[in-house]
């Protein structure tokens, strides 16, 4: 985006029109547009100012229930974005998804979990597979059979939960899907 001309320009053309001239005489003067020479007259005439207006810079009215929304989420973090704009509506706090998605991104959420079994992190279950690693190299891959018998779906298991980004949050979960909670993988 180009940048604006200068206050000085802009008062000197003024000036120049205050002082007899035209608008399109002054504009050939000081080579800019027309358009741009009416404008600024017109506004100094009216408001008194040949500064150049604001340029972007705007708000979301997110911004003002900022406290609120960041203390839902953090009350709620594996609510998704449907349900968190849900509760702000209960709350009269407007907004869209779209305006939700780009405030928490203002605000360094972000909404991904990482999946892994509760079991895991069991001594007897981190010998096994530390065990399991050094012994791969040792298997003659021709005589692998793979059979998929573990009969678990983890389509039931939430899977985005709102955390600063590069936070480390991640699902624990069982089999059977009874006992399932976010889980803090590192300290922030």
Not at 63 to 76: C, F, G, N, S
Request: hydrophobic share 40%; with cysteine; proline share 3%.
């Amino acid at each position: 985006m180009p940048q604006s001309y200068s206050g000085d320009l802009r008062e000197r053309v003024i000036g120049t029109v205050e002082a007899g001239a035209s608008r399109r005489e002054a504009a050939e003067l000081f080579q800019i547009s027309i358009s741009s020479a009416i404008r600024w007259v017109q506004r100094w005439r009216k408001e008194g100012s040949s500064e150049p207006k604001p340029r972007g810079g705007s708000c979301s009215v997110l911004e003002k229930y900022a406290d609120r929304i960041l203390a839902l989420v953090a009350k709620h973090p594996d609510w998704t974005l449907g349900e968190i704009l849900a509760a702000m509506h209960k709350r009269r706090i407007p907004g869209s998804r779209t305006a939700l998605w780009r405030f928490l991104e203002r605000h360094d959420l972000t909404y991904k979990k990482s999946l892994c079994a509760a079991e895991r992190h069991r001594k007897d279950v981190a010998r096994a597979r530390r065990r399991w690693i050094r012994q791969q190299g040792f298997l003659d891959t021709t005589r692998l059979v793979f059979i998929d018998e573990t009969a678990i779906s983890t389509n039931m298991v939430r899977v985005r939960a709102a955390a600063r980004a590069a936070s480390g949050w991640s699902v624990m979960f069982r089999k059977g899907m009874e006992n399932h909670h976010l889980h803090r993988r590192f300290a922030p």
